[in-house]
Nanobody, 115 residues
């Protein structure tokens, strides 16, 4: 059973930075795509950034130029570097890994950006 465990969330002032980590219990090469999603109160979960097994990345327009997704294959970890944070980035951030047959989710980590 694959497990994804997020960490690195917290409270930060607007303009600050955080780095989220998502540690997989197995090799991240087992996933075709890994991504970071977020869900703010009263809103639908949305894709923030994704990275394929070949390291192709994609970002939501709202975070382009501010967030960077990356992987450390030796540590089976996916990161989300978040810079120039805004109050509207406040949400629970979830890590997802997708194989051909299913998607796996982490438990989420709270990010709160104060004005």
């Amino acid at each position: 059973q694959v497990q994804l465990v997020e960490s690195g969330g917290g409270l930060v002032q607007a303009g600050g930075s955080l780095r989220l980590s998502c540690a997989a219990s197995g090799s991240i090469f087992s996933f075709n795509v890994m991504g970071w999603y977020r869900q703010a109160p009263g809103k639908q979960r949305e894709l923030v950034a994704s990275i394929t097994r070949r390291s192709s990345t994609a970002y939501a327009d709202s975070v382009k130029g501010r967030f960077t997704i990356s992987t450390d294959n030796a540590k089976n970890t996916v990161y989300l570097q978040m810079n120039s944070l805004k109050p509207e980035d406040t949400a629970v951030y979830y890590c997802q890994g997708s194989t051909y047959s299913r998607a796996y989710w982490g438990q989420g980590t709270q990010v709160t950006v104060s004005p």
